[in-house]
């Protein structure tokens, strides 16, 4: 049995004729930038995320990048930033003139370690930015009080871990000004890009939505030199579809999360995702760690079973980052976890069957 590493067939079927009504709604409205679904959709995500205010953007990419900007962070500033994270949190620090600074993650769940972030303060430092990688909150508590002890702003990357909880609070509500994307890959994804600025501040949220829109309230009005980075309304009109399926969606990533978690039991040479005390996983990825991840992945391709890296090359080792001069080794943690790390397939929709493929086709690689 075949078995992708993603399909988006179960989930956008159904779909199928919602979404076509959705685009007939927009066609037919003539209005085609910042109207009703976009409203609608920023009011039912802010909902869904218990946060007050909820701005849709292009991408989550600009999502951090307006966070960071309507907190002042600029040039001279430090942001403390998980070493092993996707470049986009990196990036959005890089494109507001401030440092990225790295901090190691545990390597059981991947996710920044608080006991290693008071060490990489400094004088400079202004923000956090916890990354709920793979679908993992964060240990926010912590990280929070952290924050609050040194003075510094949080801002939440949610980009993996839309609806993940951490001691009762959700990701995306805990940190001053947060960012997801809408990526089609994404727990919640859009048709294309998309992306959304989530807080419980008025007055940071007013601040996002003028910067997002050309630095303009009043049309043709700028008070600030801002971005075009709007969300669309024919994004927006599928997010508002798909939204109500989304705790769905996470009930059955668990699901085959719990289904991996006992039929790779015995693997030898197979660490399996763990989950800190406190938190919960909405496995955007399953991610395991062997030495032999190379040579695991051709096998598995070979059995067409579908796997990807989530990340092979960690930030300070891309050469988008020379510059930076942190040379092989500054952040082991990291670097292990690259070499290690492997992405077996997981999307809502998946059966027991797909995953005993999987565990299957795992079992002959450790036999062979
Ligand atoms: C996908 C992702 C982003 C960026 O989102 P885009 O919509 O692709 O710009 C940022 N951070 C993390 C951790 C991501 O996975």
Redesign the pocket.
Known sequence: MNVPFLSFEPQHAPLRGAIADAFARVYDSYWYILGEEVKQFEQEYAAFNHVAHTVGVA????A?VLALRVLGVGPGDEVIVPSN??I??WLAVTQVGATPVGVEPELATSNLDPALIAAAITPRTRAIMP?H?YGQACRMTEIMDIAAEYNLYVVE?N??SQGAVFDGGITGSFGHVNGT???PG?NLGALG?A?AVTTNNDDLAQKVRILHNYGSQKKYYNEVVGYNSRLDELQAAVLRVKLPELAEWSRQRQQVAAWYNQYLVDIADLRLPAVAAGATHVYHLYVVHTPHRDALQQHLTEQGIGTLIHYPIPPHQQQAYQDLQLPVGHFPIAEELATTCLSLPMWPGMNEEHVAAVAAAMQSFSLR
Do not use: E, P
Request: charged fraction near 20%; charge should be negative.
């Open positions: 991408n989550g990419l600009d951090l994270t996707y986009a949190t990354v990688l990357d980009a993996q994307s809408f990526y994404k890009d992306g």
